[in-house]
Nanobody, 120 residues
Framework: QVQLVESGGGLVQAGGSLRLSCAAS????????MGWYRQAPGKQRELVAA???????KYSNSVKGRFTISRDNAKNTVYLQMNSLKPEDTAVYYC??????????????WGQGTQVTVSS
């Protein structure tokens, strides 16, 4: 069974930084894309950043220049470095991966979410 486990969320003051990590484990054959989404109270879940194997990272306009997504393929781990945080970045951040599990088809998997709170 595949699991995505996030870590690194917390409370930070505006202007501060946090680094999120998400490790995928289980009977993984291959991972294509990995990314981060977030959902603020009362709002829809939105894409923050994503990175596809062999491709260039993409970012939402609201985080471009402040957040950096990176990936360690050997560890099946994706990171999100968040700098210059703003109160509007407050949300639950979810990791997602498009991967191939042994004896399964390609599918999307989600982590449980990690809270990021930015105080003004």
């Amino acid at each position: 069974q595949v699991q995505l486990v996030e870590s690194g969320g917390g409370l930070v003051q505006a202007g501060g930084s946090l680094r999120l990590s998400c490790a995928a484990s289980g009977s993984i054959v291959s991972i294509n894309g990995m990314g981060w989404y977030r959902q603020a109270p009362g709002k829809q879940r939105e894409l923050v950043a994503a990175i596809v194997s062999g491709g260039r990272p993409k970012y939402s306009n609201s985080v471009k220049g402040r957040f950096t997504i990176s990936r360690d393929n050997a560890k099946n781990t994706v990171y999100l470095q968040m700098n210059s945080l703003k109160p509007e970045d407050t949300a639950v951040y979810y990791c997602a991966a498009a991967l191939l599990q042994m004896d399964h088809d390609w599918d999307d998997y989600w982590g449980q979410g990690t809270q990021v709170t930015v105080s003004s």
